[in-house]
């Protein structure tokens, strides 16, 4: 990638959305050298601009101590700026700090406001622990109905992550949780009608502790039962296939290479789809095939790659490959963004205002 390209341009003029791109780009490496002073010069230049989403980056990589170093009064200030510009993760997690007292003075009453607004915004895990404040009264007075209001909001749009994640923490009482099995197993079989296998497991178990009533099997047991499923065996086989393709690839070993990444396609991989797709278009170890290309690429982006997801954007939008459909554009860069790839929020400002905006509204929320 060049800088005469067009997002670097848009950056130096002082469009938001460009400098988050050109942050996103030198934060990972993207088409040019990953440059970590430059990602942080640049989400301040978008912060600065007016950009919600570099905040809220900004605050993790403070936080985390990613590709700058943790600084406390640096996640605070961010934390804060990316709430109050409408980023639910944020507001979310300004709540969880109120209701811990870690970091700062423990207030359940802000803890509730702020709550309060990230689940007005459709954030499943905020509805849900907003559920939680109601029916146990933390920074608000008690309220059964809203509890239970709350509670079905999640049950209809939640996925089976969550719903295992809340099932997890009500049967062994983690997360500031009260322990309740009945409870549990509401959320488990939540889980376990998607077809979620961990869900279905933990949920068998906890009817037969209330219907036997017997001891509860251990949380060390369990994660090691689930650890042993067909689902966990096929994840860690695909896992081993993508790292035995890596390395053939970095080794120079093509064919065994090829040979990893089909395997690690056919179980599901993304990254290895999205691999397979660029090795058939650049044609440079095996022969060039731009069908199977799009094909690989397709299916990569279904399965969740954001930079298959992207490059679709990009074909749909150019008619490269594929008739120039803008409607099938504006999806795939929404879906780019929405998974992580900042540089999407550009391309989609070609298009609306306020792209934030739409892909909160329209993608389906992603846990990050």
């Not at 800088?3 to 469009?15: N, S, V």
């Not at 990316?82 to 979310?92: F, K, Q």
């Not at 954001?306 to 803008?326: H, K, N, S």
Request: net charge negative.
């Amino acid at each position: 990638m060049s800088k005469d390209d067009q997002i670097f341009r848009d950056a130096e003029t002082g469009d938001p959305y460009a400098a988050l791109g050109v942050a996103y780009l030198y934060h990972h490496g993207k088409g040019i050298d990953q440059d970590d002073r430059k990602a942080e010069r640049w989400y301040k230049r978008s912060a600065d601009l007016g950009c919600s989403r570099a905040k809220w980056e900004l605050a993790k990589a403070y936080r985390d101590g990613t590709f700058v170093e943790a600084s406390f009064s640096d996640y605070l200030f961010f934390l804060k700026k990316a709430a109050s510009a409408g980023i639910p993760e944020a507001r979310l997690e300004l709540a969880l700090l109120n209701i811990s007292g870690d970091m700062v003075p423990r207030n359940p009453r802000i803890a509730f406001n702020w709550m309060r607004l990230a689940a007005d915004q459709h954030l499943p895990m905020a509805e849900f622990l907003l559920g939680y404040m109601y029916g146990r009264g933390i920074g608000t007075e008690p309220d059964k109905a809203e509890e239970e209001l709350l509670y079905s909001r999640v049950g209809i749009h939640g996925n089976a992550d969550l719903f295992y994640w809340i099932g997890r923490n009500y049967e062994y009482g983690l997360h500031g949780i009260e322990a309740d099995l009945f409870e549990a197993g509401r959320w488990y079989k939540y889980g376990a009608d998607m077809g979620h296998e961990a869900c279905y497991i933990s949920w068998k178990a906890v009817l037969d502790t209330l219907e036997d009533d017997k001891p509860s099997e251990s949380l060390k047991d369990r994660e090691f039962r689930l650890s042993h499923t067909e689902v966990a065996k096929e994840r860690t086989a695909r896992d081993a296939a993508l790292m035995y393709a890596d390395a053939c690839l970095n080794n120079d070993q093509y064919e065994e290479a090829i040979e990893g990444y089909e395997e690690a396609s056919e179980l599901g991989d993304p990254t290895a789809m999205y691999t397979l797709a660029l090795i058939y278009h650049d044609g440079l170890i095996v022969r060039r095939n731009d069908n199977l290309s799009l094909e690989y690429m397709k299916k990569a982006a279904m399965a969740g790659s954001e930079d298959a997801q992207f490059m679709m954007g990009t074909l749909y939008e150019r008619g490269r490959g594929v008739p120039r459909d803008i409607n099938e554009a504006i999806y795939y860069y929404a879906q780019a963004a929405a998974h992580g790839y900042l540089a999407a929020y550009h391309d989609l400002a070609k298009f609306m205002s306020h792209p934030e905006i739409y892909v909160r509204n329209t993608v389906p929320t992603i846990m990050r």
